[in-house]
């Protein structure tokens, strides 16, 4: 008779039935059946004297306490590893400077009023992105918190906010795009995500009833838009390369 | 800025609380340490919420944290075997070893017999390799299927039962004094 190899028996678990063959194996062969109840005898040790400390129904709420406690240095999602990789000079050379160019003579022409003829260095132009991109997602933010802050009373115009996503969506498309050709496609999914939602304002009605601004609130939650578009303006501003939150609208009063 | 708003906050903030108490019980079992259970039980979670923008299959969270949770686990025993740091036998405060015995000698004696016995288990235990120990966890404490191993360990359903099979052999040989005497 053949015998069950020593990792079949090994692996069988006290107390569960084991499969037919190896069932009525162990029934007709005492050899086996020994050799079972040996190694049982030993997980069984094991498993009684691991018993496990209690844990209460509130152990969850203690453990995201702890975790969210944490999740200020290590937060992001992917962007911990996709911004900086999307910012670095070996990536950004990569975009070409044609992506570049086009992106910071954009953006800088809208804020600064630069003098485009001037070449612009690669330090400079990184420079220019970040920053020019900081202002674009708090830009972003600010529509899309508005929109989410309105009272839900009656027919709320929106129009000054749908103007300001239309302007937005060009902005967010350079963007958008110049990730993308960078090859960062978690940072162009979520420049993407926010493009939908600008479009979705942008092509809204500009009065919305209560329920169109519940479904619009509803579409910003459910990707959390605005949570990431936060989470890529906090990372630039802890690099240390954008002023905080509000600064944009100290500058211009 | 803590993560405590937006859909996706809350939707992971409801993951860790669903999860936290089996995340605990792996770890500990990995570990037999409450304190290093419970840095791993942290680790996993920022870990997870690290990469839960790419987890794109939510209905399988359970599955997906539990890998996570034994790598971390499998880490942190790699860092005390190369810092040679012994591992602890379970919490004495924490859990009552006079309770698994049947035995009704004098109540000393069988502390002292229990507390032995749990002393041999976990030093058998750390004797083994960081991946028989789990698949030992895996297999014969929490009951999983082979082919669900073979997922967390990544590696195939055949090296999962000699894994098994080496720890156990292993164990074995640790343990059967005790076991002949027990």
Known sequence: MNHLSERDLAFLVPDEEPSAPIREHLRGCAVCQARSDEIQETIRLISTSQRLPERGDSYGGEVWRRVASGLPERRTFVFAFAWPAFLAPRRLAFVGVSALVLTATFLAGRFWRIDRSAPLSPAVKERVLVVALGEHLEHSAAVLIELANAPATGTVDVSNEQARATDLVAANRLYRQTASQAGDRAVSAVLEELERVLLDVAHGPSQLTPADLAALRQRIEERGVLFKVRVIGSNLRERGELPGPGALERKRT | ?182
């Not at chain 2, 309770?99 to 017999?113: G, I, T, V």
């Not at chain 2, 073979?150 to 640790?174: H, W, Y």
Request: proline residues 4%; contains cysteine.
């Open chain 2, 1 to 182: 800025m803590l993560p405590a708003e937006g859909s996706d906050a809350d939707s992971f903030r409801a993951l860790v609380e669903e999860h936290s108490r089996m995340v605990f019980r792996v770890a500990w079992r990995m570990t037999g340490n409450v304190e290093d259970a419970e840095d791993v039980v942290q680790e996993t979670f920022l870990k997870a919420h690290r990469s839960y923008d790419g987890f794109d299959a939510r209905a399988r969270f359970g599955t997906w944290i539990y890998r996570i949770t034994v790598n971390c686990a499998i880490d942190l025993l790699r860092r005390r075997r190369s810092h040679r740091v012994a591992l602890q036998r379970p919490d004495d405060d924490e859990s009552d070893p006079i309770e698994a015995l049947p035995s009704k000698d004098p109540l000393p004696d069988r502390r002292a017999f229990a507390g032995e016995i749990d002393r041999n288990v976990a030093s058998a235990l750390s004797r083994l390799t960081e991946r028989e120990r789990a698949a030992f966890v895996l297999r014969h404490l929490e009951g999983m299927a082979i082919e669900g191993i073979a997922d967390v360990l990544k590696i195939g359903p055949n090296a999962v039962k000699q894994t098994v099979f080496r720890a156990v052999q292993k164990l074995g040989r640790e343990l059967a004094p005790i076991g002949s005497a027990s």
